[in-house]
T-cell receptor, first 115, second 111 residues
Framework: DAGITQSPRHKVTETGTPVTLRCHQT?????MYWYRQDPGHGLRLIHY???????DKGEVSDGYSVSRSKTEDFLLTLESATSSQTSVYFCAIRKRGVTSTDTQYFGPGTRLTVL | GNSVTQMEGPVTLSEEAFLTINCTYT??????LFWYVQYPGEGLQLLLKATKADDKGSNKGFEATYRKETTSFHLEKGSVQVSDSAVYFCALSFGNEKLTFGTGTRLTIIP
């Protein structure tokens, strides 16, 4: 357990509305990530953060923005939700390996449905 | 770019059968390799990992060996149980970079 929570766990919204998903961690890890999971695609990286106010794009960042004003919170915002953003969203943190490689640990996920 | 290819699912086996889920990768250099498992309704959990050639990762009876010559990291278990039913993801990363995932393999074990 890496102390990661996500909220909300489920959300149904309408096309064109803004949506914000929250990821919270309790262990002060520097790196945090947002992925989306879709059938046939596995998980794909949306955005990631390497520190407070330091973020960068992943491979599927169009239509999403992120913010990190505190170490423990990483927010993902859909400015104007579309049906193509219906997905399961996972947050992850990266733990530094002492004797081996860094490893990512995942939150429980948020299921978002855009009608 | 980097990529991971997993065997197509779904895979259905009887309890106590031998399991192999194939995973091969394409990358420039030598990445770290991972298997994650996702049980129904849950997030991804790290199952095992390997960081260099010939390393063997193991956990909960599952094993995978990092084969540089065949760029593979196949997941095996000698005797599966109903509780192993889940989706399994193979993934790679280089140091501080993002994880690149395969598409996942759904495994169902029948009593």
């Amino acid at each position: 357990d890496a102390g990661i929570t996500q909220s909300p766990r489920h959300k149904v919204t309408e096309t064109g509305t803004p949506v914000t998903l929250r990821c919270h961690q309790t262990e002060n890890h520097r790196y945090m990530y947002w992925y989306r999971q879709d059938p046939g695609h596995g998980l794909r990286l949306i955005h990631y953060s390497y520190g407070v106010k330091d973020t960068d794009k992943g491979e599927v960042s169009d239509g999403y923005s992120v913010s990190r004003s505190k170490t423990e919170d990483f927010l993902l915002t859909l400015e104007s939700a579309t049906s193509s953003q219906t997905s399961v969203y996972f947050c992850a943190i990266r733990k530094r390996g002492v004797t081996s490689t860094d490893t990512q640990y995942f939150g429980p996920g948020t299921r978002l449905t855009v009608l | 770019g980097n990529s991971v290819t997993q065997m197509e699912g779904p895979v259905t086996l009887s309890e106590e059968a031998f399991l192999t889920i194939n995973c091969t990768y394409t990358a420039t250099g030598y990445p770290s390799l991972f298997w994650y498992v996702q049980y129904p309704g849950e997030g991804l959990q790290l199952l095992l990992k390997a960081t260099k050639a010939d390393d063997k990762g193991s956990n909960k009876g599952f094993e995978a060996t990092y084969r540089k010559e065949t760029t593979s990291f196949h997941l095996e278990k000698g005797s599966v149980q109903v509780s192993d039913s889940a989706v399994y993801f193979c993934a790679l990363s280089f140091g501080n970079e993002k994880l690149t995932f395969g598409t996942g393999t759904r495994l169902t074990i029948i009593p």
